[in-house]
């Protein structure tokens, strides 16, 4: 009786945890918006001159690319957590990425921005959320 108590028990739990697991990944698939946006500042902290930069969402692209309007990167605000933005010292997105900034980099907790970026172009690469479950922990190097 002690057993399949146990056994209800451990059951239960791993129903609990794929229930997490599951709503984790709704959770984050609600979170990435429709459309992307993008503000490009040339002071920190989010002032100076603004360019809005978008991505329409049945743009199939697969590495947008914007010359900026100022070479002055002050600030950025993004809607997109799950982005990667790259700053390129040419424009047309040629060369070598000089700064990249993950999205959920941009928006700072209590610091304030205090370096300018000289850019004259930006892409971005979507970054694919990884949901680690459970079971990948545990037999992950044991097969």
């Known amino acids: 009786m002690k057993n399949i108590i146990i056994l209800l028990l451990s059951l239960l739990l791993t129903l609990i945890q794929i229930e997490i697991i599951s709503t984790s990944s709704v959770t984050i698939q609600l979170r990435r918006p429709r459309q992307f946006l993008m503000d490009i500042y040339t002071?920190?902290?989010?002032?100076?001159?603004?360019?809005?930069?978008?991505?329409?969402p049945g743009a199939v692209v697969t590495r947008p690319c914007w010359n900026l309007a100022s070479k002055h990167v002050g600030s950025i605000g993004i809607n997109d957590p799950f982005v990667k933005v790259l700053f390129y010292r040419?424009?047309?997105?040629?060369?070598?990425?000089?700064?990249?900034?993950?999205?959920?980099?941009?928006?700072p907790e209590s610091k304030k921005y205090t370096s300018i970026i000289k850019a004259k172009s930006v892409s971005i690469t979507r970054i694919r959320p990884i949901l680690l479950r459970d079971s990948d922990r545990f037999y992950d190097n044991h097969t």
Do not use: W, Y
């Open 90 to 107: 040419a424009s047309d997105c040629n060369g070598f990425p000089m700064s990249i900034i993950h999205g959920s980099e941009t928006v």
């Open 43 to 56: 002071r920190p902290n989010r002032k100076g001159l603004v360019q809005h930069i978008r991505l329409d």
